[in-house]
């Protein structure tokens, strides 16, 4: 939602929030509310503090251009694809099928298939789109592993599951316990992906980071601090995605 003479930004309501808070990622403005916080005070809110975001986007935008890209700057033949924490060689063949399809072979290397007769200078932008695709489904199903793996210790069950493009959150996890998850995290090492399966799951027994809430985490990952801590160091080289 956007107001006249304040920065464009998306409104997010949190049952969790205390405050008006503003979130400022590379190009993106979120303010997060509480329920019973009137639009009207948010754009004042917003207005009063758009010198600093402005600086903030400015910071963000300088600290982005220093982040190391994880994925190719185009897709052609013989370039490292990140996925799960590694990086595996691309080979690209046309084929007489008339949709793209991705392989993963081996678990070593993957084969993007496009339709014979395409331009080759379309080439990369349809094996991205068929990576993200691809990345999209394999991300449900390394989700769904790490479920069926966690739920059934304390009954920790979602009541959907959805698999999400973020730029600025891993998870989340909603009143009714539906759960949102960034498909970036197949990018980065298994654990990672599975240390926010478990946050999320936890949050449906605790609506909020209390100790009870970390003590609960601890017991499905005792090295959670470890995995926390690669998100942060790492987290805006994979929310760069492919």
Known sequence: ???????????????????????????????????????????????????????????????????????????????????????????????????????????AWFCAKLPAGIDAGQHSELVRQTLIRWMKSQARQHTQLFIDRHAPRHGLYPRSIRIKTQKSRWGSCGPDNDINLNWLLLLAPPAALEYVVVHELCHIRHKNHSAAFWDLVAEHVPDFRLRRLWLKQHGASLMQGL
């Open 1 to 107: 939602m956007a107001f006249l003479n304040a920065p464009s930004y998306t409104l997010r309501r949190s049952s969790r929030a205390k405050h008006t808070r503003i979130v400022v990622k590379a190009g993106q403005i979120e303010v997060v509310a509480p329920p019973k916080v009137s639009e009207r005070n948010i754009h004042s809110f917003v207005l009063a503090q758009r010198d600093w975001i402005e600086s903030a986007l400015r910071r963000v935008a300088a600290k982005t251009r220093e982040v190391p890209a994880l994925a190719p700057a185009s897709y052609h033949d013989g370039v490292a694809i990140p996925y799960l924490g590694r990086q595996l060689p691309l080979r690209i063949e046309t084929t007489r099928n008339k949709t793209p399809r991705l392989d993963l072979h081996d678990d």
